[in-house]
């Protein structure tokens, strides 16, 4: 099949490459390796190289000297005195395969009705975040560790910069278990005191826990160790929009809804609850923005629809100050 870089983008055709590698470096080398420096690749320690100035780079940093004699911009690097250890971090509960469209189909990793459209979970889209970041943080030479989680922490593994250990993350991602429960706040603690090295901690995850404390007090121990903490709320355009139930039924047929962690359910017709769930998602939305903007943690929502290298390059440029 040939397809063009851009094309695999599309979450729904990148998850077609099945595996997680290979879809990291589509990512990665293909659209945003402009972006592929650290933004904490330092500037004052010792002379390492040149490399072409970037939008976005600060121009403090432009060699004039080297642009004088080649009419070209270029930026002087320093080497880092320590490099930047980023930890991983992945809720694995049930609600995390919640697929990105038409909840009623029975498989949400088949094709879509005929339509040729292949829909992804949650997770599986979570999964090539994470494996876009990991395949990024190597690249630059920074170390990188790994855990997953839902009540119980299920996997560890400590930051290391080496080949071989993001081969592991790779591996450990497509062996992933997902549990029904969900109480979170305890592996993040148990995460925080593991964590002996400041770092960048990034966690990714549907935030559906019934202790909205407990989440926020992880995170909230995690920045309090010194840890740079990032969060991206990964969810699924239906859940922000509560839409497209009704896709083949009349706008009265009664629809049954299911707990994907508790099993609880209920027969309504969409209608019947749009607006109280619509106000009862705003609000888990608003405590978690307020809460974790308080505490200094780096809030962002994504949907599943958002292509993998959007959604990293526009945080990338983020943090290198472009925006």
Same mark, same amino acid.
């Given at each position: ?257 299911? @707990? ?35 505490? @200094? ?27």
């Amino acid at each position: 099949m040939s397809i063009d870089g851009r094309t695999f983008l599309d979450p729904a055709i990148l998850a077609r490459i099945g595996n997680l590698e290979l879809i990291a470096k589509f990512v990665v080398e293909g659209f945003i390796s402009g972006l592929h420096k650290s933004p904490y690749h330092g500037f004052s320690v010792e002379f390492s190289q040149y490399r072409q100035y970037m939008p976005g780079d600060d121009t403090k940093h432009i060699d004039w000297k080297a642009y004088a004699r080649t009419d070209r911009y270029y930026i002087k690097q320093f080497e880092e005195e320590t490099n930047l250890n980023c930890y991983l971090l992945l809720d694995t509960s049930e609600s995390m395969l919640h697929p990105m469209d038409d909840a009623q189909a029975d498989d949400p990793t088949t094709e879509d009705g005929g339509t040729g459209k292949l829909r992804l979970t949650k997770l599986q889209y979570s999964s090539f975040l994470i494996a876009s970041l990991a395949y990024f943080m190597a690249r630059q030479r920074d170390a990188i560790g790994f855990a997953y989680f839902d009540e119980a922490l299920h996997q560890y593994l400590p930051a290391r910069s080496s080949s071989s250990h993001l081969h592991s993350i790779l591996l450990t991602l497509e062996t992933l278990q997902t549990a029904k429960s969900t109480r979170m706040g305890t592996p993040l603690h148990q995460i925080a005191e593991r964590l002996t090295k400041r770092g960048l901690v990034l966690f990714v995850s549907d935030l559906y826990d019934e202790n909205h404390e407990e989440v926020i007090g992880g995170l909230e121990h995690l920045r309090y160790e010194g840890h740079e903490v990032i969060v991206f709320h990964v969810l699924a355009q239906q859940e922000l929009e509560f839409v497209n139930f009704e896709a083949g039924r009349s706008a009265e047929a009664l629809i049954r809804f299911i @707990d994907s962690e508790s099993d609880a359910e209920i027969i309504t017709t969409p209608q019947a609850i749009q607006e109280s769930y619509l106000n009862n998602f705003n609000e888990f939305l608003d405590t978690y923005r307020l809460a974790l903007r308080r505490a @200094d943690i780096d809030y962002n929502v994504i949907t599943t629809a958002t292509p993998i290298d959007f959604a990293l390059a526009s945080y990338l440029a983020k943090r290198q100050g472009v925006f």
